[in-house]
Structure formats: structure tokens, C-alpha cells
């Protein structure tokens, strides 16, 4: 069984640590005033050590950092090409999942049951739909939002030069 008051340990505004730091202030008060200086001196020690092995152990990791950098650039590894491969994982990852199967299964069954109710409904919009395609002003907005595409197409290849 886990031990709840050192869990809480290192929440300071927990109640557990508010009694163990009464505690060891209750200690640290009954020393004496030279074991009192010996504490302090030894807990000034230990705090340069360990500052000095937190600028050492962050040194490494920038060191670390720069080589994984070098080696990603060697290999053609741009920050593009891993977010794309990140969200081609998570979507995929989402796919595989049980929710996501069973939540399509229930939408495509429920369109199957809509498709048949509103069948005829949607094939008087469908003609319509067509009617409207075939207008000279639908083909304007086609032109329009083929133009923008091909814009948008051009710039982003830009854009993923420059970044790679």
C-alpha cells in the first residue's frame, strides 16, 4: 500500500508536507547553534553540486541537441517532413482506434437509413444542383477557386523550400 503522506511530499501546499516541514523545523531547531552552522554548511555544499551538475547534465543535452539537428539535416529530416509524420501517425493512430471504427460503422449505417428516407428528396436537389454547375456563374467561382488553389499550391511549395 502506497504511502500517502510521502506522495504528498512534494506538493509543498499539501498538508503532508506542511507537517513535515514542522518537523524538521522542530529538528533543526533542538540542534545546537554549532550543529545548527555544520547543517548549513553541509546543505550549501550539496546545493553547489547539484547546480553543477544541472548546468552539466543541460550542457549535454544542448550538446546532444545540436548533434540530433546535424545528423536529421544529413538525412533530409526537415521539421515539415516530421509534422507531417506525426499527423499521418495521428490520424492514423485515430483510425486504428475502436471509438473511431465503431463511431464510422454507426454513420454509415445511420446515411444508409437517411440515403433511403430522403431519397427522393435529394435527387430533385441533385438535378437542381446540376442545373446550377452548368451556370455561367458557377463556372466563373470554378475558374476563381482554381486560380486560388494553384496560388495557395505555389506559395506553400515556397514556403516548405525555405524551411527545409
Keep these: 500500500m502506497?504511502?500517502?503522506?510521502?506522495?504528498n511530499l512534494s506538493d509543498p501546499a499539501s498538508p503532508a508536507a506542511s507537517v513535515a516541514s514542522a518537523e524538521i523545523a522542530a529538528e533543526f531547531a533542538?540542534?545546537?547553534t554549532e550543529e545548527k552552522e555544520q547543517r548549513r554548511a553541509?546543505?550549501?555544499?550539496?546545493?553547489a553540486r547539484v547546480e553543477e551538475e544541472i548546468i552539466t547534465?543541460?550542457?549535454?543535452?544542448?550538446s546532444k541537441t545540436r548533434h540530433a539537428s546535424d545528423l536529421k539535416r544529413k538525412l533530409g529530416i526537415t521539421v515539415w517532413k516530421e509534422l507531417t509524420e506525426d499527423v499521418n501517425q495521428g490520424v492514423k493512430n485515430i483510425k486504428e482506434s475502436t471509438v473511431y471504427q465503431r463511431t464510422?460503422?454507426?454513420?454509415?449505417t445511420t446515411?444508409?437509413?437517411t440515403a433511403s428516407v430522403f431519397g427522393s428528396f435529394t435527387s430533385g436537389i441533385s438535378s437542381r444542383?446540376?442545373?446550377?454547375?452548368?451556370s455561367e456563374s458557377m463556372r466563373s467561382i470554378e475558374a476563381s477557386v482554381g486560380s486560388a488553389y494553384e496560388n495557395v499550391k505555389?506559395?506553400?511549395s515556397v514556403v516548405r523550400w525555405r524551411i527545409a
Design 111 to 113: 446515411g444508409e437509413k
Design 42 to 47: 553541509e546543505w550549501s555544499q550539496e546545493l
Design 30 to 32: 533542538a540542534l545546537s
Design 154 to 156: 505555389a506559395f506553400s
Design 57 to 62: 547534465l543541460r550542457t549535454v543535452l544542448a
Design 2 to 7: 502506497e504511502d500517502h503522506n510521502s506522495a
Design 129 to 134: 444542383l446540376s442545373q446550377m454547375k452548368n
Design 104 to 108: 464510422e460503422s454507426v454513420l454509415k
